[in-house]
């Protein structure tokens, strides 16, 4: 059974962070959980700032200290009614990345809650990188929020739950997360498989290759398996639908998700290395960045 102990979610007091910590807190209730919010800052010490011309002064810049930053995580965290002893606050000093990893291995966290967008320009640049950066490192499943979620989610509603299943052992462990969260929320999972290297369009057919038959054997493999992968006890406990496109991965995805009105997408990622990194940039990458409901993303057992 899928459950979450210990919520860590990292905000950058950017306009997203309300929603971060509104599903943050959401989650925090269904499991019982303990959260942590944290807030990482290049430094607290004063930092010099060269001058734009030679003789100009030396300026210092003095950050917000400590203090200010925990004052600061409180009232954030109580304004998304997170208070009591579950509930803590800290500020670190750092790389970001670093300093988000290394709070999720000595909590240990079950649970990563980032927000996918800064407020602009720069802003948003450096959290998307951060973002995407933790999803290869992170130690634990991350739940991204996008800003273009509910402004508040007072309980955790999962009634449309998709799935993207490309049959890779991070994509299976996802599929584990989806039908237990499906379960424990009475929602419906969707398993989505995309055939990606066949043209969308009706193609000629040649004399030795039947490219639309080929298509049609390739889906009706990929909707056996998909069928195969889920138990029957499972489907006595919630409703499962398979579905299979062709086209470009991660389109797809974002294209069901829109039909089906999804309340969050469990996709895996392939982890570390070259190929993973190329993998997980073509389509888990491009889903994060784009969707309009929740992501969470889990890595395969051996990665994690």
Known sequence: MITFKHILCPI???????????????FARWYDA????????????????HPGRLEDPMRVVYPLSEEDVTRELRRLAGD????????????????????IVDRAVAMPA?????????????????????TEKLLRRAPCPVLTVPP??????????????LCPVDFSPASLQALGFALDLGRQSGGRVTLLHVIEWLPGEEPRTYEHFNVPEFRRYLTDEAQQRLRALVPVAARAAI?????????????????????????????????????????????????????????????SAEAQ
């Open 148 to 161: 273009h979620a509910p402004e508040r989610a007072p309980r955790v509603a999962l009634k449309q739950i």
């Open 110 to 130: 079950d649970l990563l809650v980032m927000g996918t967008h800064g407020r602009s320009g720069f802003d948003r640049l450096l959290l998307g990188s951060v």
């Open 80 to 99: 998304a009614g997170l208070t009591g002893d579950g509930v803590a606050v800290a500020a670190a000093a750092g790389d970001a990345v670093d300093a």
């Open 239 to 299: 409703d499962v639908d398979e579905v299979v496109a062709t086209g470009r991965a991660y389109r797809e995805v974002l294209a069901s998700a829109a039909e089906r009105g999804t309340d969050l997408i469990v996709m895996g990622s392939q982890g570390h290395g070259a190929v993973g990194l190329a993998l997980f940039g073509s389509t888990t990458q491009q889903v994060v960045r784009a969707a309009e409901c929740p992501v969470l993303t889990v890595h």
């Open 12 to 26: 950058d007091f950017s306009d997203i962070s309300a929603h971060q910590l509104s599903y943050a807190a959401a």
């Open 34 to 49: 303990r959260i942590t919010v944290l807030h990482v800052v290049p430094t607290f010490d004063p930092m010099p700032v």
